[in-house]
């Protein structure tokens, strides 16, 4: 009986962590690079933290102000986060790779 338990176990385990791994797969993650407006780089940090889909922003030297990692379930939604990001206030240019 205990095998049988054991197998059953294993069996639901296994589907959970494929499903899982599937769910993974369909998520699309982006990284915005964005140049913003002198002295309003934690401003735009504050706003685009507070947009659904936006993961993780950081402030950064050099070309880009600010590196943003975006994860949805689609390009459609992305391109939907993206739109927000843009119209923060300080946000002066974009760009946007996105990963495969």
Same mark, same amino acid.
């Given at each position: 009986?205990?095998?049988?338990?054991?197998?059953?176990? *294993?069996?639901?385990?296994?589907?959970?962590?494929?499903?899982?791994?599937?769910?993974?797969?369909?998520? /699309? /993650?982006?990284? &915005?690079?964005? *140049?913003?407006?002198?002295?309003?780089?934690?401003?735009? /940090?504050?706003?685009?933290?507070?947009?659904?889909?936006?993961?993780?922003?950081?402030?950064?030297?050099?070309?880009?102000?600010?590196?943003?990692? &975006?994860? &949805?379930?689609?390009?459609?939604?992305?391109?939907?986060?993206? *739109?927000?990001?843009?119209?923060?206030?300080? &946000?002066?240019?974009?760009?946007?790779?996105?990963?495969?």
């Amino acid at each position: 009986m205990s095998v049988l338990i054991n197998f059953i176990t *294993t069996a639901k385990v296994k589907r959970a962590v494929e499903s899982e791994r599937r769910e993974t797969l369909r998520r /699309v /993650v982006a990284f &915005v690079l964005a *140049t913003i407006r002198t002295g309003k780089e934690y401003d735009v /940090v504050e706003e685009v933290r507070k947009i659904e889909g936006v993961k993780e922003v950081f402030i950064t030297y050099g070309v880009w102000d600010a590196l943003i990692r &975006v994860e &949805v379930s689609s390009l459609s939604e992305l391109d939907k986060v993206v *739109t927000q990001i843009r119209g923060v206030e300080g &946000v002066e240019y974009t760009t946007t790779l996105v990963g495969v």
